[in-house]
């Protein structure tokens, strides 16, 4: 494919929003079940199983679940032309809170941009290729998958994250995770605690020491930390002691320097206390985003046509293993608002995301995805960009 006129783009737009329109109810089900059962991350096999079969309706739709050393991945292919878009569905939930991130509301956009889609790929020359990622939450689930292959051939990634704010952009911040284990030695805390090896002071002289390093870390680098054990009686010096730990900056780079510090704060509460410390990441580490500023326009001016205005992300916050595709192909990862005023990871966002808020954005969010595939499919300055293998990005990211 070569030309197409901007009558023809908007009449196979308009064959989108019709074919979503055949599909709402499909749809907003497939939504509301992953709503209803939440399931966490490496966990989504309810989850997993409904997307490889609802995605199998889709026209010469060719599906795989469980993908490598992944059981509740999917993978859901459509067309055979040369430009390859993949788009990506995340439907892990949250301990406690359910899908107060709106795992539901990405995994519905996502099909059906892939459903839409697989009617017009021969004609606007794509495979369009749906990719269930397990675990953003908790694993990085998306980075597994790039290890394994799962994006090889990938000309243009996308997803769309439900929010309070309507972004064309996300500016998460690289992130990883870490367990923290002291092993000291329990005695009775009245007769005889100069027999005992204090694990809970070694967790508070490490906390200590985060706290003080604060002053010293850079411009948006974090620590986050939580205590998840410390003893079982007051009367017994606590013989172990356990925390999660998680770091955060603007890169990768910066992410490594404040690992480093993190790592010398725990260090400094085994040696203090004569504890030994078992340090372990949990999962991979999450990249910053370097979002595709070319389809980041695409997708604002195909959110206008819905009645949205999508502005650029002014602050940095989150993470996600999106982010790590980013690095690799031309990405966006999109913001929708279903409310204004709740914050997310909270129980009322997920009342939104599971109610019409979240079904005008799951239809919303599926055309966006959709016709910025056709808009950089039928473009040729962009389709060439593309298959060039060309990402078009920010330069004002720090070092």
């Known amino acids: ?139 990085g689930g998306k980075i597994v998958m790039l290890e394994q292959g799962e994006f090889e051939g990938t000309h243009l990634a996308m997803m769309v994250h439900p929010m309070n704010q309507e972004r064309s952009n996300m500016l998460p911040m690289a992130c990883a995770g870490y367990t923290a284990a002291y092993t000291g030695r329990s005695a009775h805390a009245s007769a005889m605690p100069w027999d005992g090896i204090n694990a809970l002071d070694a967790m508070v002289i490490a906390n200590t020491a985060i706290g003080l390093a604060r002053q010293q870390l850079e411009p948006d680098q974090q620590v986050h930390a939580m205590l998840t054990g410390a003893g079982d009686a007051p009367n017994v010096i606590p013989g172990n002691s356990s925390g999660m730990f998680m770091t955060r900056a603007h890169t990768l780079a910066s992410l490594e320097r404040v690992d480093e510090t993190l790592r010398r704060c725990l260090e400094a509460g085994a040696l203090a206390t004569g504890c030994s410390l078992d340090l372990q990441q949990v999962g991979r580490s999450y990249s910053h985003m370097e979002s595709d500023t070319g389809l980041e326009a695409l997708w604002t001016e195909n959110l206008r046509s819905r009645g949205r205005e999508p502005l650029p992300a002014d602050t940095r916050g989150g993470s996600t293993d999106m982010a790590n595709v980013s690095l690799r192909f031309p990405t966006i990862h999109p913001t929708i608002q279903i409310c204004a005023d709740v914050p997310v990871h909270n129980e009322a966002f997920a009342a939104h995301a599971g109610g019409p808020d979240g079904d005008r954005a799951v239809l919303d969010g599926a055309y966006g995805l959709a016709a910025t595939a056709v808009d950089a499919a039928t473009t040729p300055a962009v389709r060439a960009r593309l298959l060039a293998g060309q990402r078009r990005l920010r330069r004002d990211l720090p070092a």
């Open 1 to 139: 494919m070569t030309k197409t006129t901007t009558t023809a783009s908007s009449a196979l737009k308009q064959r989108i929003v019709e074919h979503l329109d055949e599909r709402r109810e499909q749809l907003l089900d497939f939504s509301h079940r992953l709503h209803r059962n939440p399931e966490l991350g490496w966990e989504e096999v309810k989850a997993s199983g409904w997307l490889a079969e609802e995605s199998a309706s889709g026209r010469g739709a060719r599906v795989q679940q469980g993908l490598g050393a992944l059981p509740t991945a999917v993978r859901a292919e459509a067309g055979t032309g040369e430009l390859v878009v993949t788009v990506c569905a995340e439907y892990d939930a949250l301990p406690g809170v359910g899908h107060a991130c709106g795992h539901n509301v990405i995994a519905a956009a996502g099909l059906g941009a892939f459903l839409a889609l697989a009617e017009i790929a021969e004609e606007i020359g794509v495979t369009v290729r749906l990719l269930g990622t397990p675990a953003e939450e908790n694993g």
